[in-house]
């Protein structure tokens, strides 16, 4: 008999949630089949595009590397929670006006990349802006777009901070 | 409204003579004069908070409940039987509620001469076998449950080997496709004599993969006897058409839904296996299936840009007129025929120049691979590399700069039949706009020295792009004057519901947040046609614009009685009906109108009509490159690249100009790191993922400028609009070529252009790296 799977209990968006997490369960996994947060997007399902980059205690991460054992009292963000009461987050806003995607896929994780960035660099410099997007693949070739949308995302959150 | 007329009655699918929209009122066509408020103006994607917010729902992203996942098991073998297949401890895994393969699965047609599951395996990972389980991982430990006896054949890799006599074949009739595709006009044979120079080379081009983020599949549940598919395609209706006829099933049975989906890129334009094999897992286990492909799928069953081996006379005068093309090409199709948008590299040697003599011949090869399917402007971008490099080279051999060189062998007609085109200037165009952007100069000589050597190219093409009959739109308008218009197309990530949302706009009088476009749906809206061929605006935006223009009259007619005016008299323009010549302050808004009548509801119905009789409609471009190549290293960088297109009157200039970039960056990947590698000993994929497959990332793309044209092209629909998804992708290749050349005075003749490939021709000099040309 398999050994009955762990429970492991973390904060989604602010929510605490519990995952019955078999060993192989990453943290993708858990997040778009059990807690159905499909916003967070899988691709390679190995490391390689970056399309599945959440927030791991602030951290950008990607979570189809991450075990979900290993989340046990960490607090992960998704795309889904990073606006607040209807209003979008800079990175978001900055996306749609700098036109930072096509078909869109990739847009969760490269959002979430650059939200990781300026947490934790709030003003950065614009090889900065590309080292955190350098892992996030874009098929439809919106990189430009991006590296804009990660210019004014900083101006936007700046004008948030100050008004 | 009668929408249609039908000629004569027509087998599989119509062609624009047969089937033709005779009675509708003729629209005024926007033409460069036109005044337009919404259409010519940027505006944001129409979908971007969805998009941004992760609430976008893609096929991948579908949960119904009691979903299941499923999982395919792959040839591991290039060419095999299976000779014996036991899936019962895989049916017997907790968890699994399906298992399908050749001994349990319906015998269903798949592509010429297979089936969905064929004993015959002809590439490593073609579909052996089929599960549907509670999980994904459960799905991936019951594929590995599944026994499987494989009968190794002799299988053959490469295309060029595989034509000659003694090659392992893939079936009995041998392993050419069809008989070789002839086109002559004029004399090549007396074209070559009559010229004074002659270029006279090999090239090859590499396998390519869309590797579109979102991988194909989709989401399968039925309800009794009607089945739904969420699918990750490009045509909800063929897609529902195809399934339907492998299924047995009425089309109204099936219904097909896609509305947002992660890539595309020609690959995604038929049905694919899995969209049979989750109906049929759905059907068994009486649960909805999901069936996306993992990664490594991705790269090895569902299409790639076809290998070519082209080589190429080209003869000119010593004025640098053409007297003669001729070229023979090879290309590879994998091991199956899959359907939709031909890859014809053929193409552009019979119309992009004016010559008189010329001849190509194409023939198409199997080999044990993947099978081939369209990528974006396939055989364009093939052809570009071999034609548009022996132009530069005929360019340097006659001492003409490479532009003027295009400039005397101009057409401002199509060589195929003889029409003039609609936009005659517009290549001209395209030629002065990237010239003056870039600050073209001519080639440098003597060559650069140092180890960092820059140098510039150029490169020109031809595309298609008319959009064509028949496509379909309606619109609604609604009580409070808002409107819905539904049309059966899909927005695959290009802009299309935001297009065609300001075409709508514009011609109703309406600003964009009073309007809405509903896509992606065969239950709800009309026909429209697969998007691919760069011709979604072209097809479905006058259908929109007729369709608006339709309820608008019906609008008109109503106010008439509102405001005490006849219809020829009322305007719509923000919103509002305005009665002209009379003072601003009896406009009444248009909600007020729609109420007033309300609840009945006025309906405009829009057909997409035929092309113009007697031109050709065509998109036309150029690009400029600039490179710089580390003669130490073999590395190349691209500093930067002019981009100039036309596609007619641009809609909305923000969609465009990402389409261009968009291409471009897909064509730096092509020319200088993408490209698959099969070990030919094993006939396997090394590099099916993401991490050896090398697509462009942030760090490999310079500043891409779009030189805009934006000449509207009226005569070729009533709204002036052309493709532009697929062409910017077509000059890159060659353009970093000519400038690889123009830095270090060495050509590369075979894609990709890796460093590795530049090395060695570093290595062996000028002398070497200049191919001894092939006699005549």
Partial sequence: MPKKPEVVTLSVNGVPESVAAEPRLTLLDALRDELRLTGTKKVCDMGDCGSCTVLVDGRAVYSCLTLVMDCEGQEITTIEGLSRDGELDPVQRAFIEADAFQCGFCTPGQIMSLRGLLNATPTPSDAEIKRAVTGNLCRCGAYLNIVKAGHLAVELQWKVATQ | MTMLHIDKLRRGHGTEDEYKVVELDPLPRWGADAALAIVGRPHVRVEGTEKVTGRARYAYDMRLPGQLFARVLRSPLPHARIKRIDISKAEALPGVHAVLCVENAPEIGWYRDSFVFDRTLRFAGEEVAAVAAESERIADDAIRLIEVEYESLPFVIDFQEALKPDAPKLREAGNLVDEPKVYERGHVAAGLREADVVVDRVYTTQVAHHNC?????????????????????????????????????????????????????????????????????????????????????????????????????????????????????????????????????????QTLYRCPNV??????????????????????????????????????????????????????????????????????????????????????????????????????????????????????????????????????GTG???????????????????????????????????????????????????????????????????????????????????????????????????????????????????????????????????????????????????????????????????????????????????????????????????????????????????????????????????????????????????AIFDAIGVRAYDLPLSRHRIFELLAAGPAGGERAEVSA
């Fill in chain 2, 213 to 349: 983020l979102e991988p194909h599949g989709c989401t399968a549940d039925w309800e009794g006897d009607r089945l739904t598919l969420w699918d990750s395609t490009q045509s909800v209706f063929d897609v529902r058409q195809q399934v339907a006829e492998k299924l047995g099933l009425p089309e109204h049975h099936v219904r097909v839904v896609k509305q947002f989906m992660g890539g595309g890129f020609g690959s995604k334009q038929i049905a694919w296996k899995h969209d049979v094999i989750a109906a049929l897992l759905s059907q068994r286990s009486g649960r909805p299936v999901q069936l996306m492909l993992d990664r490594e799928a991705e790269n090895l069953a569902v299409g790639n840009r076809n290998p070519t081996r082209q080589h190429l006379r080209l003869g000119a005068k010593r004025d640098g007129t053409l007297t003669a093309i001729a070229v023979e090409i090879e290309q590879g199709a994998g091991a199956h025929m899959a359907g939709g948008e031909g890859s014809e590299t053929a193409g552009m040697y």
């Fill in chain 2, 359 to 492: 001849r190509t011949e194409q023939c198409v090869v199997y080999t044990n691979t993947g099978p081939a399917v369209a990528f974006r402007a396939p055989g364009h971008v093939e052809a570009a590399f071999a034609l548009e490099q022996a132009m530069d080279e005929l360019a340097r051999r006659l001492e003409i700069d490479p532009i003027e060189l295009r400039l005397r062998n101009y057409t401002e007609r199509n060589q195929l039949e003889e029409e003039p085109y609609t936009s005659p200037d517009s290549l001209r165009l395209c030629y002065q706009r990237a010239a003056e952007a870039f600050g073209w100069r001519g080639y440098q000589r003597p060559p650069a020295t140092g180890s960092k050597r820059r140098g510039i190219g150029f490169a020109a093409h031809d595309w298609g792009g008319s959009g064509y009959p028949p496509g379909y739109a309606w619109v609604k308008l609604n009580s409070d004057g808002t409107a819905d218009v539904v049309t059966g197309t899909q927005d695959i």
């Fill in chain 2, 496 to 738: 299309t519901r935001t297009a065609l949302t300001q075409v709508a706009a514009e011609e109703l009088g309406l600003s964009m947040d009073s309007v809405d476009l509903h896509l992606g749906d065969t239950a709800n809206g009309p026909y429209a046609p697969v998007s691919s061929g760069s011709a979604t605006q072209a097809t479905i935006g006058p259908a929109v614009r007729a369709a608006a223009a339709d309820a608008k009259k019906q609008l008109l007619e109503a106010a008439s009685k509102y405001l005490e005016a006849p219809p020829e008299r009322l305007r719509v323009r923000d919103g509002k009906i305005f009665v002209e010549g009379e003072p601003e302050d009896r406009a009444v808004p248009v909600g007020d109108v729609t109420a007033a009548i309300a609840p009945h509801m006025i309906q405009g119905r829009g057909a997409r009509g035929p092309n113009p009789e007697g031109k050709s409609v065509r998109t036309f471009g150029a690009q400029c490159v600039e490179v710089e190549v580390d003669v130490e290293t073999g590395d190349v960088t691209v500093l930067r690249v002019v981009a100039s297109h036309d596609c007619g009157r641009i809609i909305n200039p923000t969609m465009v100009e990402a389409q261009v970039i968009g291409a471009v960056t897909q064509g730096i990947g092509y020319a200088l790191t993408e490209g698959r590698v099969v070990d030919e000993r094993f006939g396997v994929v090394l590099n099916a993922n993401l991490e050896e497959y090398k697509v462009p990332t942030v760090a490999d793309v310079p500043p891409i400028e779009h030189a805009e044209v934006n000449v509207p092209d009226p005569e070729a629909n009533p709204t002036g609009a052309k493709g532009i998804g697929e062409p910017p992708l077509v000059p890159t290749a060659p353009a970093i070529a000519n």
